[in-house]
């Protein structure tokens, strides 16, 4: 073993090259000569790096370059030096081929070898030049293939993931407006069936009954007013398009319909039993709550995560009179989290619990954007609040089509409906 302090011992130093053919030298002046092109030039740059210049032009336009040089003028354009490349003679690929008898000039030329080998390779990167180089500078250009391929492989698989991810942003818009239409399809057949529904007359709706007096005489004034476009014509063209002035008022109860027009509410017995006050209403409440029909949906509501923000919910939304109470919340979840079918119901769970006036005041609307999702929510929580059927505690009101009475908590409308609603308050209705 080497004793302790000495240097390291030095790694043995590489065989000489054996080589019999061109060198690099040789093949960069044949190339540039069997082109027609200048011999290339060398120049010692410092004292480790040899620099090479490659013209690859026409021996004329060489020609017309130094005599221009010769009387002090400035070279004609287009004749500069197409390749300029310098090559460090303490490369290590070197030191084989320094010792090589082969290497021409001796080992001082040995970097001027390797300058040729990257001017060549700056010049036919593409042609197998290297298959006739001895093999320092054979491996120094296989390595720069290697590289450039690998380059070239990453840049392919950079390419071929971005088309991929084009391609299927493509699918999925177009997936999406197939998906937009068949949607729109579906909800343009429910209308139109239920439009034939209406028309037949069938009895598969709950439809009011509707004591009409024949329409007063519009005044002068008012036929000759031109029409004007409010906002909330414009909200309500989902619902008011192709409708009629003779259609059902859109308010929420009775009171709420034109002057011409008497809805037949439900029984006496029922509106009594419903407007005796808040604590008859928490007597009623509590006595659902425990029948079979509500506790049937209990448990399917309280695997919703709804069921998980019921109490901050009803603590910022429930009490008016409360110090936690807003006046404005926005629920943000999930689809099917249990928005607009749970939120309402612990609305009104909470304010018939609490019973008095809370309970007798407390009105609920909840807009829909189609007809059809304002009559199958309905049904639905008219089912998880243990009503037969829709038209008492759970209500809702679409276009020609009205299911509520006075006794109603949860209103289920389009925003069209709603909009009438609030139009006719302020035209000076009740509602």
């Known amino acids: 073993p080497p004793p302790t302090g000495a240097p390291p011992p030095r790694p043995p130093s590489p065989p000489p090259v054996v080589w019999s053919g061109a060198t690099p030298r040789e093949k960069l002046e044949q190339w540039c000569r069997e082109r027609g092109n200048p011999k290339p030039s060398y120049e010692v740059a410092s004292r480790t790096t040899v620099r090479c210049r490659v013209w690859a032009l026409s021996k004329e336009r060489v020609q017309k370059k130094r005599a221009r040089a010769a009387k002090g003028q400035p070279p004609p354009p287009g004749t500069a030096p197409t390749v300029v490349c310098t090559a460090d003679s303490t490369n290590s690929i070197l030191r084989p081929w320094a010792k090589s008898k082969a290497c021409s000039g001796g080992p001082s030329k040995a970097a001027h070898d390797l300058a040729a080998c990257q001017a060549l390779y700056a010049l036919a990167p593409d042609l197998p030049l290297y298959r006739v180089l001895p093999p320092p500078f054979r491996d120094w250009w ?40 068949a949607a729109a399809a579906d909800d343009a057949a429910a209308d139109a069936a239920e439009e034939r529904e209406l028309e037949k007359g069938s009895g598969a709706f709950y439809q009011p009954v509707v004591t009409k007096k024949p329409p007063k005489k519009k005044k002068k004034e008012e036929e000759d007013a031109p029409a004007t476009e409010s ?32 809805l037949e509410g439900p029984s006496a017995l029922e509106v009594a039993r419903y407007e005796t006050g808040g604590d008859d209403l928490k007597a009623w409440w509590l006595e659902r709550k425990a029948s079979p029909a509500y506790a049937a949906m209990r448990d399917q509501r309280a695997e919703l995560p709804a069921a998980g923000a019921r109490d901050g919910f009803v603590a910022v939304a429930g009490d008016a009179a409360s110090a936690s109470h807003r006046d404005r919340v926005v629920v943000c979840g999930e689809t099917g989290s249990g928005k607009t079918t749970q939120l309402p119901h612990f609305l009104l769970d909470a304010a018939l619990c609490a019973g008095g006036a809370r309970a007798s005041a407390i009105r609920i609307v909840v807009t829909q954007p189609r007809r059809v ?10 089912a998880e609040c243990g009503e037969n059927d829709v038209g008492g505690l759970i209500g809702y009101h679409i276009r020609h089509e009205r299911r509520c009475s006075s006794r109603t908590k949860i209103l289920f409308c389009t925003a069209g409906v709603l909009l009438r609603c609030l139009r006719g308050g302020l035209d000076g209705k009740e509602g």
């Open 142 to 181: 296989t390595a720069k293939l290697d590289a450039l391929r690998a380059e070239r492989e990453a840049e392919a698989s950079l390419s071929a993931e971005a088309k991929k991810r084009r391609s299927d942003k493509i699918i999925d818009a177009v997936v999406k407006r197939v998906l937009l239409f």
């Open 231 to 262: 906002w909330e014509d414009l909200l309500s063209s989902d619902d008011d398009q192709g409708e009629d002035e003779t259609a059902p008022a859109d308010d929420w109860e009775a009171a709420a319909l034109p002057e011409d027009e008497v």
């Open 373 to 382: 999702a304002a009559t199958s929510v309905a049904a639905r929580v008219a």
